[in-house]
């Protein structure tokens, strides 16, 4: 593991390089490419999911790898890193900092085991959360982060547009440090999220997913061509 990955992390950018399954960019190769790319623009730090991915990504990089595995199961609903063999397979591959889902969601495995786990195996841990309680007891029970990525994608908090700003101005009342991550598009929201606090930000979709980014100019694009007055040729 790298010498201590959160005095390096902190203050910065850590850009999240993933692909859902089925997409074109959904190869090592590719997320090893998109790695080094984000590197070279600015990030200090990666986001990577898959113990293949992560492998290759941790080749040819040499910032802080924050590794996790996306496991959908019929038992729970938790799927980022829900068990330990999911830990030993991220550890293994190479990450520095392991990230798992800590919310309240029933789980395959109890949230302190999960974090002793990533403790005993040298590694630090991230819990990704939806909620403050959640928050609060992810760093009960071990965490070394926490972060906003779930607000907005359990039962209980739906319907977020935008950063979880509302959790991050929760998180600075009461004085606990988090990560911000999940849905920063922009560079002044990028801004906002370290006013409220946050140790680092993690920025996804925004930068490795072009077809996310497509649809974006697709649809404004779209929507200037459905406007009646808009000719392109005006005569
Ligand atoms: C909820 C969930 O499964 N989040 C995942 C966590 O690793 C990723 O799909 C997100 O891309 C990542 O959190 C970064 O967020 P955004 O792509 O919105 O900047």
Redesign the pocket.
């Known amino acids: 593991m790298q010498a201590d990955p959160l005095a390096r992390l902190d203050g910065t950018l850590v850009v999240?390089c993933?692909a859902e399954s089925g997409l074109p960019l959904d190869a090592p190769g590719h997320i090893a490419a998109m790695a080094r790319s984000v590197v070279m623009g600015g990030a200090s730090g990666v986001?990577i999911?898959g113990a293949a991915n992560i492998a290759a990504v941790r080749a040819v990089v040499e910032v802080p790898v924050i590794g996790?595995t996306k496991a959908r199961r019929d038992d729970t609903e938790v799927y980022?890193t829900p068990t330990l063999d999911d830990v030993a397979s991220v550890v293994e591959a190479g990450a520095d900092i392991v990230a798992i889902d800590a919310t309240s969601r029933p789980r395959p495995v109890a949230l302190k085991a999960m974090f002793s786990a990533i403790a005993a195996r040298g590694r630090l841990s991230m819990g990704d959360v939806a909620t403050l309680d959640e928050g609060r007891r992810a760093l009960d029970a071990g965490a070394d982060l926490v972060s906003t990525?779930?607000a907005g994608?359990t039962s209980y908090s739906t319907d977020q547009r935008g950063p979880a700003f509302a959790l991050m101005e929760e998180f600075a009342r009461v004085g606990l440090p988090f990560v911000a991550?999940?849905?920063?598009w922009a560079p002044e929201e990028a801004a906002r999220c370290f006013d409220l606090g946050a140790r680092f930000i993690?920025?996804?979709?925004?930068i490795t997913r072009p077809d996310a980014i497509t649809r974006r100019f697709a649809d404004e694009v779209a929507a200037w061509s459905a406007r009646p007055q808009l000719k392109r040729n005006p005569t």
């Open positions: 999240s993933q986001r999911e996790l980022i990525t779930m994608y991550e999940g849905r920063i993690v920025v996804g979709g925004a």
